[in-house]
């Protein structure tokens, strides 16, 4: 009896679970109604999916990562709720209590909440609890707001009372419950409440009320399909004609039930074989996905030889580059310094024209002043002999100065001069340097003055500072007229340099001269006096000297007035 | 005064003529002209030469430059050169490195540069530069001689012979037992430059030489001194008795 018992009570605890999510359509409507709500929270989208889907794993993971961060109310029940009905399908039963019972009481659906606890309650056998449940469920009033299944609760509610071995109040609750199922036309829960009611009296030996809701029981059990069903109630048939002495009958109930077995067997076996082709589709996936993997190995081994190989030659397209990029930078400065050659030798062979055109008509100067000096030697005609050799000395004064010049002009161009820097009277130097000239000035009647102050003293090189001198003092000598007046004087201007200007009254110089002059590597060509040397070489080794002394070098000058050339010299400073 | 005494060194005679009759006539006292090494080393050991003028070249080779190491080499006994060059072996006198203070000059030169060159190689040579051109002074100081600068020549005279030396404003005048005459340089420098052991100051304006003393008359404040001369002792200077020997 108790096997019996047990069978049926098992069958309606499952039946009446897929009874329960079909009355579930206001809870989905909430649920999405909230899911378009909070549209930020992505997992609890994800969990309501997941929920509404019924893949209860992947909804346990969703809320939980839900419910660790938010504060919402509403969304927390509902994680709450979404995970207790999971675990109640994963049947861990404990775990889904713990969750009912987080759920507050502001959640909008607290008698589906009752309800499912009341199940589980019956499914962990505290009945007590479980009617508590269901009762509280029960006396709802009818509603279209609330959205459960009234019979499956009454039948419920009957179930506890016949494991309580209250059969009056069982009898009062299973009796309803057929009643409702009957209205509902659940065939199903139907059978099902037959089969508890027919318990119900079989328990307390009223066979003869038993045994025709047994027979119900079985007579609706042939319009299902469900061979568990039917195999229990043609078992629980079986058992009663087996006590009723009806053995011929009990043993056809038996075929029948070991029929319904085979049946509910053989479905287990196709359950077992869809199974097993599921499990060799899974395989073949699997080994798809495994070539599929391999295949993406080799994809990728494919694409990083490409992107190293493309690297590499970005790399050397870098280097190719950069090393174009210095030839033709080198090839410009090789270009530029072609070009400066070219010119400074261009330089150098007007220079070499010009000076040896220079020393040729001197020298022939010479010649011819030599035979008149001799013709007038032999007439002894002393005036005119004197005369021709002061300008004799004349000449070769000139020819050694441009000499001169051109043995310093090669000694600086080859670096070849010694050069020392040192603190110079500058009074002294133009002393010592006008001195030689004192022949020349007094030929032409040249005033002289140096006005230079004895106490500035210059920071330069002694030789070239002698070269400028000689080569300013013969300029201004050379471009004066007679009678003129040369001034040598010092100017101390700023603190660094002094001025050392030498001023004469001669003929003057052009403002496109004066530029000319000041140009580098200018050579002045063209004679502008006729029977004076100028091949502006005196005054480029002038420009060379002051520049390497660390000075400036200036020309003011108005044509018929005068020159003055402007040399600012650094002055004495031991510690520059 | 005496003349500076000056050894020339140059195996060129045109340019040793030329040279001798430029001291000569600017009151230098020619000791001798030597055209090789050895005449020159002979010279130099013979007299008592104040100046060598050297040529770097001697007969082709930098016997100049030779020449002047040695008497370098020898302690005491270097004098300031004037080094006489031309452009084409200036590369070699260069590569010489000389590292004493010298002078030099390039051929062809004029009188005022030789003279000026002279006057250059004796103020680097005592590390007193910027004298003989400066406003302010016109006296080199060494050990034994004061070198004053007389017009265009160079004067010397022996420190041992002054008797004493007074000072007014920037001048001083100097005594010695036989002349007097006025230099320029200031008393603090000069007092600086001279013996300190020799020279002391007895009075604002006053430098004794302590050798020439004769007596000294503490209460007229007066220091007689050798050749008649006197020099008054103030009070302030009064601590220079005890540096007498007491006879």
């Given at each position: 009896m108790i096997k019996i018992k047990l069978f049926t009570f098992f069958l309606l605890v499952l039946g009446f679970l897929p009874k329960k999510q079909s009355d579930k359509h206001l809870l989905n409507v909430e649920i999405k109604k909230n899911v378009e709500k909070f549209k930020g929270e992505i997992n609890f989208g994800k969990a309501s999916f997941y929920f509404m889907e019924k893949n209860w794993d992947s909804t346990l993971v969703y809320s939980i990562k839900q419910l660790?961060?938010?504060?919402?109310?509403?969304?927390?029940?509902?994680?709450?709720?979404?995970?207790?009905?999971?675990?109640?399908?994963?049947?861990?039963?404990?775990?889904?209590?713990?969750?009912?019972?987080?759920?507050?009481?502001?959640?909008?659906?607290?008698?589906?909440?009752?309800?499912?606890?009341?199940?589980?309650?019956?499914?962990?056998?505290?009945?007590?609890?479980?009617?508590?449940?269901?009762?509280?469920?029960?006396?709802?009033?009818e509603n279209s707001d609330i959205d459960f299944n009234r019979s499956a609760v009454v039948h419920n509610l009957g179930i506890c009372y016949l494991h309580l071995n209250q059969f009056d109040k069982a009898e009062k609750y299973l009796v309803k419950s057929s009643e409702l199922h009957l209205l509902d036309k659940d065939t199903l829960m139907l059978i099902g409440a037959y089969t508890d009611i027919a318990n119900l009296y079989y328990t307390q030996y009223k066979d003869q009320q038993a045994i025709p809701y047994f027979e119900r029981a079985y007579h609706l059990s042939k319009k299902v399909n469900d061979f568990k069903l039917k195999s229990s109630v043609t078992l629980n048939m079986a058992v009663v004609e087996e006590n009723r002495g009806n053995f011929p009958l009990a043993l056809k109930y038996r075929k029948e039930y070991d029929k319904w077995?085979?049946?509910?067997?053989?479905?287990?076996?196709?359950?077992?074989?869809?199974?097993f082709e599921k499990k060799f589709a899974v395989n073949q996936k699997n080994k798809e996905i495994t070539l599929l993997e391999a295949e993406n190995k080799l994809k990728i081994a494919e694409r990083n030889g490409l992107l190293y190989s493309f690297v590499l030659l970005l790399v050397l397209l870098v280097v190719g580059i950069y090393y174009y990029m210095q030839k033709v930078k080198n090839n410009k400065t090789i270009l530029a310094q072609k070009a400066k050659l070219d010119e400074l030798n261009a330089t150098k062979d007007k220079l070499f024209s010009v000076v040896s055109h220079d020393l040729r008509s001197s020298v022939n100067a010479l010649k011819k002043s030599n035979v008149t000096l001799l013709e007038n030697f032999k007439t002894n005609n002393l005036d005119k002999l004197n005369k021709l050799l002061q300008n004799n000395v004349a000449i070769a004064n000139s020819v050694y100065s441009l000499l001169d010049n051109l043995l310093q002009w090669t000694l600086l161009q080859t670096k070849q001069s010694y050069f020392k820097k040192e603190s110079i009277c500058l009074f002294q130097i133009v002393e010592?340097?006008?001195?030689?000239?004192?022949?020349?000035?007094?030929d032409k009647n040249i005033h002289f003055e140096n006005k230079v102050s004895k106490s500035d003293l210059v920071y330069v090189d002694q030789e070239s500072l002698k070269i400028i001198l000689r080569n300013l003092l013969d300029n201004a000598i050379?471009?004066?007229?007679?009678?003129?007046?040369?001034?040598?004087?010092?100017?101390?201007?700023?603190?660094?340099?002094?001025?050392?200007?030498?001023?004469?009254?001669?003929?003057?110089?052009?403002?496109?001269?004066?530029?000319?002059?000041?140009?580098?590597?200018?050579?002045?060509?063209?004679?502008?006096?006729?029977?004076?040397?100028?091949?502006?070489?005196?005054?480029?080794?002038?420009?060379?000297?002051?520049?390497?002394?660390?000075?400036?070098?200036l020309i003011e000058s108005e044509e018929g007035k005068g020159t003055k050339m402007i040399v600012s010299l650094p002055k004495n400073n031991r510690h520059g | 005064m005496d003349n500076l005494n000056v050894l020339i060194v140059e195996d060129s005679s045109a340019d040793s003529d030329a040279l001798v009759k430029v001291l000569f006539s600017n009151g230098y006292n020619v000791v001798g002209v030597a055209t090789s090494y050895?005449?020159?080393?002979?010279?130099?050991?013979?007299?008592?030469?104040?100046?060598?003028?050297v040529d770097v070249f001697l007969n082709g080779n930098p016997d100049g430059i030779h020449f002047a190491e040695t008497i370098n080499a020898a302690p005491y006994v270097s004098k300031p050169f004037v080094f006489l060059t031309s452009s084409n072996d200036r590369q070699i006198f260069e590569k010489a490195k000389l590292t004493r203070p010298f002078s030099f000059l390039l051929k062809p030169f004029n009188e005022l540069e030789i003279l000026y060159a002279i006057e250059m190689a004796v103020e680097k040579f005592n590390s007193q530069t910027n004298v003989f051109f400066s406003q302010e002074q016109n006296t080199v100081v060494t050990n034994e001689y004061l070198f004053v600068k007389k017009g265009k020549a160079l004067k010397k005279v022996l420190i041992s012979n002054i008797v004493y030396i007074e000072v007014e404003e920037r001048y001083c005048n100097v005594v010695t037992e036989k002349e007097k005459f006025v230099i320029l340089i200031s008393l603090t420098k000069i007092l600086n430059l001279l013996d300190a052991s020799k020279f002391y100051r007895t009075h604002r304006n006053y430098i004794v030489n302590i050798e020439k003393v004769v007596e000294i008359i503490p209460a007229d404040n007066l220091i007689m001194l050798s050749g008649n001369h006197k020099a008054i002792l103030s009070n302030k200077y009064k601590d220079f008795i005890k540096k007498l020997r007491v006879l």
């Open positions: 660790s961060d938010t504060d919402n109310k509403t969304i927390i029940d509902f994680c709450h709720y979404f995970r207790a009905i999971s675990f109640k399908q994963k049947k861990l039963l404990n775990e889904a209590i713990k969750e009912f019972n987080e759920i507050s009481n502001d959640f909008l659906f607290p008698y589906k909440v009752k309800l499912s606890l009341g199940e589980i309650l019956l499914k962990q056998n505290k009945f007590r609890d479980a009617i508590a449940c269901f009762q509280e469920i029960n006396r709802l009033p077995k085979d049946s509910l067997n053989n479905q287990s076996e196709i359950w077992a074989v869809a199974q010592q340097m006008s001195y030689n000239y004192k022949p020349l000035m007094l050379k471009f004066s007229n007679q009678e003129g007046t040369i001034t040598v004087y010092s100017l101390d201007v700023e603190s660094i340099h002094c001025n050392l200007i030498v001023k004469d009254t001669g003929i003057g110089i052009s403002k496109i001269n004066q530029k000319e002059l000041l140009k580098e590597t200018a050579l002045l060509s063209k004679k502008r006096n006729e029977g004076v040397i100028g091949t502006g070489l005196g005054l480029q080794l002038c420009k060379s000297m002051i520049k390497k002394n660390g000075g400036k070098f | 050895k005449e020159a080393l002979d010279l130099f050991y013979k007299n008592k030469v104040d100046v060598v003028v």
